[in-house]
C-alpha cells in the first residue's frame, strides 16, 4: 500500500509517499509545497492544490493520510491551517482516495511509542524506522509519520471494514 501523507500548512505543506515492505518502512518521495509568503491566501492556497494534484498524478497513492485539525491557540491560525488542510481534502476527493485522519498525539504514539513525544523524538524515531534520515525540511518528515501512523493502524481500518460488510449483507 502506498500512502500520501500530508501535514497541511499555508507556508508549507509536508508530504511524503511511504511503503511499507516486509515489516520495513520506506519513503519513496517526500518534500514540502512551499507558495510565496508574500501572495495573497488564494495562491497561497492554489501553489498548493498545484503541487498537491501534481504529487497524486506522480505517484498515484491508494490512499491518503492528513493530520486531523487540533486545537489552537489562535482562532485566526486555526482558519489559514483549516484553509489548507481543506485544499488538501479537495485534491484527494477529486483524485477519488480515501482520507484517513490522525490527531497529533496518534501520531506520535504511534512512532515515538508516547503521544507526548516531541518533534525531535518523532524525528528521530521516523529516522530509525527508515533505516535513515530524511532529507527534507521538518514538514516532510511530519508527513512521513502520518503515512507510517496509516500503515500502523491499516489493519483496524480492514477490520472495521469487513465487518460493516458482513453487517451489510445480514440486511
Same mark, same amino acid.
Given at each position: 500500500? /502506498? ?7 499555508? =507556508?508549507?505543506?509536508?508530504w ?24 495573497e ?15 497524486? =498524478? ?14 489552537? /491557540?489562535?482562532?485566526?491560525s ?7 488542510r ?75 471494514? =469487513? ?9
Open positions: 500500500m /502506498k500512502v500520501l501523507g500530508i501535514d497541511p500548512g499555508s =507556508r508549507s505543506t509536508g511524503a509517499v511511504v511503503t511499507r515492505e516486509q515489516g520495513r518502512y520506506r519513503a519513496l518521495a517526500a518534500g514540502a509545497i512551499r507558495p510565496p509568503t508574500d501572495g491566501m488564494p495562491d497561497r492556497l492554489l501553489a498548493i492544490a498545484e503541487g498537491l494534484t501534481g504529487l497524486l =498524478r506522480l505517484h498515484s497513492p491508494d490512499v491518503v493520510a492528513i493530520e486531523a485539525i487540533f486545537a489552537h /491557540k489562535s482562532s485566526t486555526a482558519l489559514i491551517l483549516g484553509q489548507a481543506g485544499v488538501a481534502l479537495l485534491c484527494a476527493a477529486q483524485a477519488g482516495l480515501r482520507v484517513f485522519e490522525y490527531n497529533a498525539s496518534t501520531i506520535k504514539s504511534s512512532v515515538a511509542g508516547s503521544g507526548r513525544a516531541d518533534k525531535e523524538a518523532v524525528g528521530r524515531m521516523v529516522a530509525v524506522l527508515l533505516g535513515g534520515e530524511v532529507s527534507g525540511p521538518h514538514d516532510a518528515v511530519d508527513a512521513v509519520a502520518i503515512a507510517m501512523t496509516h500503515h500502523a493502524h491499516a489493519h483496524r481500518h480492514a477490520a472495521a471494514e =469487513r465487518l460493516a460488510a458482513a453487517v451489510k449483507a445480514r440486511r
